[in-house]
């Protein structure tokens, strides 16, 4: 199996920066891509950036500008470096990679338990 490790959630205030961490670790042959979702109250999962195994990035439109995805490819690592944090960023983010555990097994998302984000105004 492949387990993800999410820390750095917590309160901060509007205006104000976290860092999440995500760390992949167990039976993993190869990660693909790597990333973080988020899900508020009431509302459906969504993707908040990703990044390839090469490096190319996808960032959801609201975070844009403000959020930085980054990888380490040898420690399976990802972070998501979050700046001009507003209220509509309070979620749980998750973090998810697309990896495989054998050269003859399928790509599979895994997921991390979640961190809670939290921005006051």
């Known amino acids: 199996q492949v387990q993800l490790v999410e820390s750095g959630g917590g309160l901060v205030q509007a205006g104000e920066s976290l860092r999440l961490s995500c760390a992949a670790s167990?039976?993993?042959?190869?990660?693909?891509?790597m990333g973080w979702y988020r899900q508020a109250p009431g509302k459906q999962r969504e993707l908040v950036a990703r990044?390839?195994?090469?490096?190319?990035?996808n960032y959801a439109d609201s975070v844009k500008g403000r959020f930085t995805i980054s990888r380490d490819n040898r420690k399976n690592t990802v972070a998501l470096q979050m700046n001009s944090l507003n209220t509509e960023d309070t979620a749980v983010y998750y973090c998810?990679?697309?990896?495989?555990?054998?050269?003859?097994?399928?790509?599979?998302?895994?997921w991390g338990q979640g961190t809670q984000v939290t921005v006051s105004s």
């Open positions: 998810y990679c697309y990896a495989r555990q054998s050269a003859s097994t399928y790509y599979v998302d895994y």
């Open positions: 167990g039976s993993i042959f190869s990660i693909n891509a």
């Open positions: 990044i390839s195994s090469r490096g190319n990035t």
